[in-house]
C-alpha cells in the first residue's frame, strides 16, 4: 500500500508539468457544472492553490539550470506537443500562480462587493480559465499552443474587465477596446507563427530554433518576427501599443486589476523573450538589430511618456494603469540591454514589480470599499481613517520609487548596473530621472491619504478593510519588503534564467 | 556586553520606541516616559560601544547580503561612534524639550509626531553604523521618509508646500545622483565597504574621479550644498524640536556626515589630494559659506535665519573634506560635534522664545532678553560657539579647519573662514543685542496672551522648554576644554594605514 502510495506520487511528480495547466483547466468548468455559489471560490482557490504549489515543485527543480521535457500524451516532439520548463519559465509560473492565490484571498471580499452574487460562479469559472491561459502559455514549448493559450487567456480576461460594469458602466467600452485590440495582436500573433511553420515546417518552439540556425536570415523568418513583435508587443504594452490598457486596468473589478497588472502583461513579456532569445536565438542580427533600433527607444519612451502622464491622473487607480505602462519600459530596457546583468534586471522586476502592483491594486480595491472611488478627492484623508490600508499602499509606492529596501530597489539597481556596464551614460541618467517621476505621482498618493482631510463623508466614516482584504494586501506589502533584502529566490532564478537565454536555448536540446 | 549586541540594540531600540508610541498612543504620559527610557537606553548601549571599542575601527558585523557584494553591514569607527553619541545624547535633551514644546504650545497628533522622530533617531544610529555605503543609502532614505511627516506636522498649506520641497530635493537628490553614484562605485571597485585610505585608488582616473565626486556632493542633497540647500528653509515650517535636532543633528549631519565618510573611505584623502578633484568642490563649499550667510543677515524670521546659518556652517564641513588634507577631515569631523551642540542651542531658543510670546520676527523680539534671561543667555553662548570664539566649542574646529587651509596653502579659504566669522557675529549676535538692550517692544498679541500668559505678562517658557539649551550651552563651553581629547579621539580615522 505504502509502496502503491509513493508510487502513484512519483508518477505523479513526472507529470507535474501538464497538471500545472490541468489543475486550474478542470477546475474551470468544474465550478459551472457543481453550479454552487458557495462552492465556486473554495474550488477556485484550491485549484490555484495547487498549481502554485506545482509551479514551486518545478522551480526547485530548475532553478539549478535543468530542463524539463513532458511529452503531452506520450507524442515525441515535434510531431506531439512538448511541454518545455527550465529556470525562466517556471519562474513565471510561480510568479502567476503565487499571485493568483494572494488575489483570490482577496477577491473574496472584494468580489462580493464589486460583482453581483448571481455572477460569481461564472466569475470564478473566468478566472480560472485566464489562469489557465496565463500558466499554459509559460509552461509550452509549442509556438502554436502558445497561441492558444494566449487566447485562452485573453478572452477570459475580456469578460473579466466586464465584470466592472456593475460598479462603472465604462468597463464594457474598455473591455471592447481590449477586445478589438487584443484580436489584433493575436491576429498578427499568429500570422507570424504561420510564417515560421511556412519557413521551418515545425511548431516545436526548440526545434524551429534549429532550423533557423540552419538556414539563417531570409525574408519570411524575418516578416515572421515582425509580425510576433507587434502582435505579442500589443499584449505587453509596448508604448505606443498600450492604449488599451489603462482603461482596462481602471474599469475592471480591483481583484482582476490586481491579478492582471501582476501577471498578463507578465506573461506577454515572457513570451517576447522566449521568442527573441529562444526561437530566434540572441546571435539572429534582425533580431538584435530590432532590440537596440525599436525596443530600447519605446522603453525608454514609455518610462518617460506614460510616468509624466501618471503624473497628472486624478485617480489613483489609473494613475497605477499607466505606472505599469511606464514599469514595462524598465522591464524592456532590461531585455533590450543584451547582457546577463540587464537580463536579469528585467527578469527581476517582472518579479518585482509583479508584487508591488499587485499590492498597489490591491490597496485601491480597499479604498473603492470604503471610500466609494479611487479619485485623489475621495482617497484624501484616509491615512487617518484606513491607516493599515493607507499604509501597505506607501509601501507600494516607495518600491515603485524603488526606495532601498523594497523590492523595486533591486531591480532598479541592477538595471542602471547593466546600463553602466555597457558604458551607456545616458540611459543610466534616463533611468534614475524617470524614477523622479515616480516620485512625484506616488508622492501626490501620499500627500491626499496624509495630509489633507477627509473630503466626503465615506471617506471620514471609513475604517480599515475587512481582514479577508487586509491580510492578502499586507502579505504582497510585506513581500516587497522581503524580496528588497533576500533575494536568493529572485535573483537566484533571474540569473539562471537570463543565462539559459542568452545561450540561447531552452537548456540543452 | 558584546560591542555588535550594542550596535543592534542601539538600532532596535529607537525602532521599538515607535511601536510603543503607537500601542500607548491613548496614553500619554506613559509613552512619552517609555520614549524617555528608550532615549536613555540608546544612549547607555552608545556609550557601552564606546567603552568596548574606545576610538578603534571593528569588524564589518554582516547581518545578511542582499546581493554579492551589497551586504546589510555594520562596524564601529571614530567618526560613526561620534556622531551616534552625539545623536543620542542629544535625543535625550531634544526628547525632553519635545515634551515640554509640544504641550506647551498645544500641538497637535503627539503620538505621530513622537514616533516618528523615534524612527528618525533609529536612521540615524543605522547611518552612523553603517559598514559600507549601501548600508548608508538604505538608512540614508529612511531618514528622509520618517522626518517627511515631521515636516508636514502641522497639515497647513504652508507645511505641506515645504514638506513637498524638502521631499522633493531629497528625494531628488538621492535617487537622481546619489544611487547612480553609488551604483558606479560598486561597478568600478567592486565592493562598497567604508575601507580606510578609500576604494577607489586606481579604479577610476582622469575626470570621472571629478564627476563621481560630483554625483556624491550634490547627490547628498541633506548636507545642502548649493544650490541643493532650498529643502532646509523649507523644512522650518517643522515643530522648532524637529528643527532644532532633525535640522540641527540628524538630518543635516546625517547628510555631512556622509559626505566626510565618502571623502575618507570611499575615495581616501590621498587620492582626493593627489588627483586635485576636489578642488572644485573646495570653492562651491566656499561659495556657500559666504552666500548663505550673506542671505541669513538679510532673513527677519529667526528660524529661517538659522537655517542659512546652517548651510553655511555645513559647508565648513564639506570643505573640509574638499581640502583634501587630514586637517581639514578632523577638522570637518569636529565641527560636526561642535556645530551641533551651538546650533541645537539656538534651535531650542528659538523655539522657547516662540512657546512664550509666539513671536517669530527678529524685530520683535526687542527687550525680550530681560524677561528670559535663561533662553537669551544661552543663545548668546550658542551664537558665540557658532561664530567660533573661545571658550567655546566652535573656536577648535575652525581653527583646525584654518590649519588645514594653510596646510593646503589655500589662502583665500583662510580668507573666507574669516568673513564668513564676520558675517556670523553681524547675523547673531544683533539677536542677542536686541534681546537685552533696547527697550521692550509692549505688542503681545491678543491670542498669545489667551494661550499662555493669564496677566499679560512674558516670562521664561516651561522648565521643560527653557532647561534643554541651558544644558546644550554648558556643553558647548565643556567641549571647549575637551576639545583635545575629541581630535585624539577622532585621529584615526585621517592616520595612515
Same mark, same amino acid.
Request: glycine share 8%; proline share 3%; charged share 10%.
Given at each position: 500500500m505504502a509502496t502503491d502510495v509513493t508510487q502513484t506520487a512519483a508518477s505523479l511528480a513526472d507529470h507535474l508539468p501538464v497538471l500545472q495547466v490541468l489543475v486550474p483547466f478542470i477546475a474551470a468548468p468544474l465550478t459551472v457544472l457543481i453550479g454552487s455559489r458557495r462552492l465556486a471560490w473554495p474550488i477556485a482557490f484550491a485549484a490555484s492553490a495547487a498549481a502554485t504549489a506545482i509551479a514551486f515543485a518545478l522551480l526547485m527543480q530548475v532553478i539549478g539550470g535543468g530542463v524539463i521535457s513532458y511529452h503531452l500524451g506520450g507524442w515525441a516532439p515535434p510531431i506531439g506537443i512538448e511541454y518545455r520548463v527550465d529556470a525562466t519559465n517556471a519562474f513565471v509560473l510561480l510568479l502567476v500562480s503565487g499571485i493568483s492565490t494572494v488575489v483570490l484571498i482577496y477577491a473574496r471580499v472584494s468580489v462580493a462587493a464589486e460583482v453581483p452574487r448571481r455572477q460569481h460562479t461564472l466569475f470564478y469559472t473566468a478566472y480560472l480559465l485566464c489562469l489557465t491561459g496565463l500558466l499554459g502559455v509559460a509552461v509550452t514549448g509549442d509556438a502554436f499552443n502558445v497561441f492558444v493559450f494566449l487566447e485562452i487567456s485573453s478572452l477570459s480576461t475580456y469578460v473579466l474587465i466586464a465584470q466592472g460594469a456593475y460598479r462603472d458602466k465604462r468597463a464594457l467600452t474598455?473591455?471592447?477596446?481590449?477586445?478589438?485590440?487584443?484580436?489584433?495582436?493575436?491576429?498578427?500573433?499568429?500570422?507570424?507563427?504561420?510564417?515560421?511553420?511556412?519557413?521551418?515546417?515545425?511548431?516545436?518552439?526548440?526545434?524551429?530554433?534549429?532550423?533557423?540556425?540552419?538556414?539563417?536570415?531570409?525574408?519570411?523568418?524575418?516578416? &515572421?518576427?515582425?509580425?510576433?513583435?507587434?502582435?505579442?508587443?500589443?499584449?505587453?504594452?509596448?508604448?505606443?501599443?498600450?492604449?488599451?490598457?489603462?482603461?482596462?486596468?481602471?474599469?475592471?473589478?480591483?481583484?482582476?486589476?490586481?491579478?492582471?497588472?501582476?501577471?498578463?502583461?507578465?506573461?506577454?513579456?515572457?513570451?517576447?523573450?522566449?521568442?527573441?532569445?529562444?526561437?530566434?536565438?540572441?546571435?539572429?542580427?534582425?533580431?538584435?538589430?530590432?532590440?537596440?533600433?525599436?525596443?530600447?527607444?519605446?522603453?525608454?519612451?514609455?518610462?518617460?511618456?506614460?510616468?509624466?502622464?501618471?503624473?497628472?491622473?486624478?485617480?489613483?487607480?489609473?494613475?497605477? &494603469?499607466?505606472?505599469?505602462?511606464?514599469?514595462?519600459?524598465?522591464?524592456?530596457?532590461?531585455?533590450g540591454l543584451l547582457s546577463e546583468t540587464g537580463l536579469t534586471a528585467g527578469i527581476a522586476h517582472l518579479f518585482n514589480h509583479a508584487i508591488t502592483k499587485a499590492t498597489l491594486f490591491m490597496g485601491v480595491g480597499a479604498f473603492v470599499l470604503r471610500a466609494g472611488g479611487s479619485f485623489y478627492d475621495r482617497i484624501e484623508g484616509l491615512g487617518r481613517t484606513m491607516p493599515w490600508t493607507s499604509a501597505a499602499v506607501v509601501i507600494g509606492g516607495l518600491s515603485l520609487i524603488g526606495v532601498p529596501g523594497t523590492a523595486g530597489f533591486i531591480s532598479k539597481w541592477l538595471l542602471v548596473q547593466a546600463a553602466l556596464e555597457k558604458g551607456w551614460w545616458p540611459v543610466a541618467m534616463l533611468i534614475v530621472a524617470s524614477s523622479l517621476l515616480a516620485v512625484v505621482y506616488v508622492w501626490r498618493v501620499v500627500e491626499a491619504l496624509y495630509l489633507k482631510t477627509p473630503g466626503t463623508a465615506a471617506a471620514a466614516a471609513a475604517r480599515d478593510v475587512p481582514l479577508g482584504m487586509l491580510l492578502p494586501l499586507w502579505g504582497m506589502a510585506l513581500a516587497t519588503i522581503y524580496f528588497g533584502f533576500d533575494t536568493n529566490l529572485t535573483l537566484g532564478a533571474s540569473r539562471t534564467a537570463a543565462q539559459a537565454l542568452l545561450a540561447g536555448g531552452f537548456g540543452a536540446h | 556586553m558584546e560591542t555588535n549586541t550594542a550596535i543592534l540594540l542601539s538600532m532596535v531600540i529607537p525602532f521599538a520606541a515607535v511601536a510603543t508610541n503607537l500601542l500607548l498612543r491613548h496614553r500619554p504620559n506613559l509613552r512619552d516616559g517609555v520614549t524617555l527610557a528608550a532615549a536613555v537606553l540608546t544612549f547607555?548601549?552608545?556609550?557601552?560601544?564606546?567603552?568596548?571599542?574606545?576610538?578603534?575601527?571593528?569588524?564589518?558585523?554582516?547581518?545578511?547580503?542582499?546581493?554579492?557584494?551589497?551586504?546589510?553591514?555594520?562596524?564601529?569607527?571614530?567618526?560613526?561612534l561620534m556622531f551616534a553619541i552625539l545623536a543620542s545624547g542629544l535625543w535625550i535633551l531634544t526628547h525632553l524639550y519635545g515634551i515640554g514644546y509640544m504641550r506647551g504650545n498645544k500641538e497637535d497628533n503627539h503620538t505621530r509626531f513622537f514616533a516618528c522622530f523615534s524612527f528618525a533617531i533609529g536612521a540615524v544610529m543605522g547611518i552612523a553604523f553603517s559598514a559600507n555605503m549601501f548600508t548608508l543609502f538604505l538608512f540614508y532614505e529612511a531618514l528622509t521618509i520618517s522626518t517627511y511627516p515631521l515636516v508636514a506636522h502641522k497639515g497647513t498649506p504652508e507645511a505641506i508646500k515645504g514638506a513637498r520641497t524638502y521631499m522633493g530635493i531629497l528625494m531628488g537628490t538621492s535617487i537622481g545622483l546619489l544611487l547612480v553614484a553609488v551604483i558606479w562605485t560598486s561597478s568600478a571597485a567592486g565592493t562598497l565597504d567604508f575601507t580606510r585610505g578609500g576604494i577607489l585608488d586606481g579604479k577610476i582616473a582622469g575626470p570621472a574621479v571629478a564627476v563621481l565626486l560630483g554625483l556624491y556632493a550634490f547627490g547628498i542633497g541633506k548636507a545642502a550644498l548649493m544650490p541643493f540647500h532650498r529643502w532646509l528653509p523649507a523644512a522650518m515650517v517643522a515643530p522648532t524640536p524637529v528643527s532644532a535636532l532633525l535640522h540641527a543633528v540628524a538630518v543635516v549631519k546625517a547628510g555631512v556626515f556622509t559626505m566626510l565618510k565618502v571623502g575618507?573611505?570611499?575615495? =581616501?584623502?590621498?587620492?582626493?589630494?593627489?588627483?586635485?578633484?576636489?578642488?572644485?568642490?573646495?570653492?562651491?563649499?566656499?561659495?556657500?559659506?559666504?552666500?548663505?550667510?550673506?542671505?541669513?543677515?538679510?532673513?527677519?524670521?529667526?528660524?529661517?535665519?538659522?537655517?542659512?546659518?546652517?548651510?553655511?556652517?555645513?559647508?565648513?564641513?564639506?570643505?573640509?573634506?574638499?581640502?583634501?588634507?587630514?586637517?581639514?577631515?578632523?577638522?570637518? =569631523?569636529?565641527?560636526?560635534?561642535?556645530?551641533?551642540? =551651538?546650533?541645537?542651542?539656538?534651535?531650542?531658543?528659538?523655539?522657547?522664545?516662540?512657546?512664550?510670546?509666539?513671536?517669530?520676527?527678529?524685530?520683535?523680539?526687542?527687550?525680550?532678553?530681560?524677561?528670559?534671561?535663561?533662553?537669551?543667555?544661552?543663545?548668546?553662548?550658542?551664537?558665540?560657539?557658532?561664530?567660533?570664539?573661545?571658550?567655546?566649542?566652535?573656536?577648535?574646529?575652525?581653527?583646525?579647519?584654518?590649519?588645514?587651509?594653510?596646510?593646503?596653502?589655500?589662502?583665500?579659504?583662510?580668507?573666507?573662514?574669516?568673513?564668513?566669522?564676520?558675517?556670523?557675529?553681524?547675523?547673531?549676535?544683533?539677536?542677542?543685542?536686541?534681546?537685552?538692550?533696547?527697550p521692550a517692544d509692549d505688542k503681545v498679541s491678543e491670542a498669545v496672551i489667551a494661550r499662555n500668559l493669564k496677566d499679560g505678562r512674558i516670562r521664561e517658557a516651561p522648565l521643560l522648554v527653557w532647561l534643554p539649551p541651558a544644558i546644550s550651552a554648558l556643553g558647548t563651553i565643556l567641549l571647549f576644554f575637551y576639545a583635545g581629547d575629541l581630535q585624539t579621539f577622532l585621529a584615526p580615522i585621517v592616520a595612515a594605514n
Open positions: 474598455a473591455a471592447f477596446d481590449y477586445l478589438i485590440m487584443g484580436t489584433i495582436g493575436a491576429t498578427f500573433f499568429v500570422i507570424g507563427i504561420g510564417l515560421l511553420y511556412m519557413a521551418t515546417g515545425t511548431l516545436n518552439m526548440a526545434d524551429i530554433a534549429e532550423r533557423i540556425a540552419e538556414q539563417g536570415s531570409n525574408r519570411t523568418v524575418q516578416s &515572421a518576427f515582425a509580425f510576433i513583435v507587434v502582435g505579442v508587443g500589443l499584449k505587453v504594452a509596448i508604448y505606443p501599443l498600450h492604449l488599451w490598457l489603462p482603461n482596462a486596468y481602471t474599469f475592471a473589478p480591483s481583484a482582476i486589476s490586481a491579478f492582471l497588472a501582476a501577471t498578463a502583461t507578465k506573461v506577454a513579456v515572457y513570451v517576447l523573450m522566449r521568442f527573441i532569445f529562444t526561437v530566434y536565438q540572441p546571435g539572429f542580427p534582425f533580431a538584435v538589430n530590432t532590440l537596440i533600433v525599436i525596443i530600447i527607444p519605446f522603453a525608454v519612451l514609455a518610462m518617460f511618456a506614460a510616468s509624466f502622464i501618471a503624473v497628472f491622473q486624478t485617480d489613483f487607480k489609473r494613475m497605477l &494603469a499607466y505606472s505599469s505602462v511606464a514599469q514595462i519600459g524598465y522591464i524592456l530596457l532590461g531585455i | 547607555l548601549s552608545v556609550l557601552t560601544i564606546l567603552a568596548n571599542e574606545g576610538n578603534g575601527t571593528t569588524e564589518p558585523m554582516v547581518l545578511f547580503s542582499v546581493m554579492p557584494g551589497l551586504d546589510l553591514a555594520f562596524n564601529v569607527e571614530p567618526l560613526g575618507i573611505y570611499i575615495f =581616501g584623502i590621498d587620492f582626493l589630494a593627489s588627483t586635485g578633484a576636489s578642488e572644485w568642490l573646495m570653492w562651491l563649499a566656499a561659495f556657500s559659506i559666504v552666500a548663505a550667510s550673506v542671505v541669513a543677515l538679510t532673513k527677519d524670521n529667526l528660524k529661517a535665519r538659522l537655517a542659512y546659518s546652517t548651510i553655511s556652517q555645513l559647508s565648513y564641513i564639506t570643505l573640509g573634506m574638499a581640502l583634501a588634507n587630514s586637517m581639514g577631515a578632523l577638522g570637518g =569631523g569636529m565641527h560636526i560635534a561642535t556645530h551641533a551642540l =551651538g546650533k541645537i542651542t539656538l534651535f531650542m531658543c528659538a523655539g522657547s522664545i516662540y512657546v512664550a510670546t509666539h513671536k517669530t520676527e527678529i524685530s520683535q523680539m526687542k527687550g525680550l532678553g530681560r524677561v528670559m534671561p535663561i533662553t537669551f543667555g544661552a543663545f548668546m553662548i550658542g551664537a558665540m560657539s557658532v561664530i567660533g570664539l573661545p571658550p567655546f566649542a566652535g573656536s577648535w574646529s575652525k581653527w583646525l579647519l584654518i590649519v588645514s587651509a594653510a596646510d593646503a596653502t589655500q589662502w583665500v579659504m583662510i580668507a573666507v573662514l574669516m568673513v564668513s566669522s564676520l558675517l556670523n557675529v553681524a547675523y547673531l549676535l544683533p539677536v542677542v543685542a536686541r534681546g537685552f538692550f533696547l
